[in-house]
């Protein structure tokens, strides 16, 4: 099968990709990775503090470094064999896989190339936009997503905080078809993993994406020989959420809970 991932910028999507790439990229053929700005339009000052506020002073620092390590890293080349990778680009240059930025997956001209480049699935892991009907249409099998909440709980930004501030004892997962509606869809498998008392948000949203990896093998090979059909959205309305104002960050680390 040939699939094409689209995603975003962001450190917390990498172990995702190093995990599937490790153990899949031999048995389904990534045709390319396209990469939206992180978190798509939402204004860079206006993010920086929203950051500050949820991982502290001393945690967005650590975060920063983090970044600025991957930035100067991710310049040297690697290969298939290095026990991990500091950017997407990176790890995309050591298995020969085209990695490239999209400024909007909607526009014409993306869902061309999506056409031309002719992968039978498109993924999304994070992607930042709501995907319309002509980039959800183009691949012949289809557009999945995953998305790390049991839907059609959770639906929206930022599960994993959500559901740590909703003191749920586990995280969930969900991958599902796409529709214009936000994690609507079609269900093709869900799973979960215990939160701890001492998980962190930062080692949640890690360890869940390297779990997600695995998943996401699963099915992609359960669609090859029909073993795996979706099944509808459950009906009941479920929950939304948006990125945490100022007050729910607070109240998140009035509970007690870590981000970092």
Known sequence: MRIEF???EDFYVLPFFEEFFRRYSSEFEVVQVSCCRLMGRRGRRRLIGDLILLYGTTGFARLAARHAMSLVMSRFPRDRNAPRYHSIRQLCRSYQVACARTDNPNSDQFVRDVKERGADL????????????????????GCINLH???LPRYKGMMPTFWQMFHGEKS???T???????????G??????????????LDA??????????HCLGRVLRGLET????????????GSYFTFPDREKIREFHRRGLRAI
């Open 6 to 8: 689209i995603t975003e």
């Open 122 to 141: 498109l993924i999304s892991v994070a992607c930042p936009y709501i995907l319309k009907s002509a980039l959800l249409e183009a691949p012949p099998k």
């Open 148 to 150: 790390n909440a049991p």
């Open 171 to 173: 995280l969930g997962l």
């Open 175 to 185: 991958i599902h078809y796409m529709t214009e509606r936000i994690d609507n869809g």
């Open 187 to 200: 269900i093709l498998f869900q799973d979960e993993m215990e939160i701890n008392l001492s998980d962190t």
């Open 204 to 213: 949640l949203i890690r360890q869940s994406k390297e779990r997600a990896a």
């Open 226 to 237: 029909g073993a795996v059909e979706a099944v509808p959205m459950p009906a009941e309305k």
